[in-house]
C-alpha cells in the first residue's frame, strides 16, 4: 500500500442521483492530485460494508460519495475490519444530517475539493446492541420510520419534501412507549413519543440542539427523550422546550452519557442513521469515543 491508493464508494440512487453526473470529476480531481484511485458502486444495502471490510487494509483513505446510509456502511465496514483510516464525504443524499452537522458543504465539487484536501477530525461512533453502528443516531418513535419506509424514487423526485408527505399519515398513529432508562449508572422510566442517541447537532432535518454544547469527539453522547403528551398544551411544551434547548424533567429530558440501556414493555422499531435496526425490547447503546476520522475543511 502506498499513501496514494484511495477508494471512493459511490452510491448511484441517493438523493436525486447527483453522484451519477460526478464519478468523472471526482476522478479527474484525484488523478490530477497523484492518488491511485479504485471505484466501487453500491446496489444493493450492505454490500458498501462487505467491500470496505474485505478491501480497507489496501487504502490509505475513503470517499464516500452518498447519504448518510452510504456513510455508515463505510465506518461499518471499518470497524468490522478493525481498521482506521480516514474518510471523505460528498453527501449527496436527502437529508445529509451529519453533513449539517460538521458543517461540510453541500457543494458537490466544493466537496470533492475537501475531501481531498482538507484535515482528519475525530469522530466519536455509537454501536447499537453491539452489532449495528451508527456514525450519528440511533432512535425510536415519533417518524423514526419515515426515512426507511420513504421509497427512493419519491426521494430522488421531491427531495427533503419526500420524508414530510410520507410522515404525515403517521401524525394519528404516534404511540407511546413505556420504559425504564439507565444512562451511565442514573435510571428513571415513563412514557416516551420519541427518543434519541445522538453524536450530532440535527435530528432528521428538524429538531436542531445548540451547536456550542455538543462535542462530535468527547465520548459522551446527547440524550433526548420527549414525554407522552396528555393535553395539548404539554405538546405545546414539548415543542416549546425541544425549539428553545429549555429541557425539564416534566416534558422532555436532556443528558448527556456514554453508555445508555433501555428496556421497553413492549416491541420497539429502532433506527440507526435513518436505516432500520430492528424491533427489540431491550436496546444497549454504546460510545466508541474516536473510533472514526472525517475529513473536514
Known sequence: MTDQNILLVINPVAGRKIAKKLIYHIVDLLCRNNYKTTIFSTGDKGEATLFVK???SEFAKIICCGGDGTLNEVFTGLIDAGVNIP????????????????????NPRKAMQI???GQNRIHDIGVFNDN????????????????????????????????FI????????????????????IEFEGEFVFGSVTNSTIIGGIIKLNPNEVSFDDGLFEVMLVR????????????????????NEEHVL???AKEVAFTFDDPTDWTVDGEFAGTV??????NLQGRAEIVVK
Open 54 to 56: 474485505s478491501h480497507a
Open 281 to 286: 425490547t431491550s436496546a444497549c447503546i454504546k
Open 87 to 106: 474518510v471523505g464525504y460528498i453527501p449527496t443524499g436527502t437529508t445529509n444530517d451529519l453533513a449539517t452537522a460538521l458543517k461540510l458543504t453541500k
Open 228 to 247: 407522552n403528551p396528555n393535553s395539548p398544551k404539554d405538546l405545546s411544551n414539548s415543542i416549546r422546550c425541544i425549539v428553545n434547548h429549555e429541557y
Open 254 to 256: 436532556f443528558l448527556r
Open 132 to 163: 449495528k453502528y451508527f456514525t450519528y443516531i440511533a432512535s425510536f418513535g415519533a417518524f423514526t420510520s419515515v426515512a426507511y419506509r420513504t421509497p427512493q424514487w419519491m426521494k430522488n423526485s421531491l427531495g427533503r419534501v419526500a420524508y
Open 115 to 117: 475531501s481531498v484536501e
Open 166 to 185: 410520507n410522515g404525515v399519515p403517521s401524525i394519528g398513529d404516534i404511540q407511546p412507549h413505556k420504559a425504564k432508562v439507565i444512562a451511565d449508572g
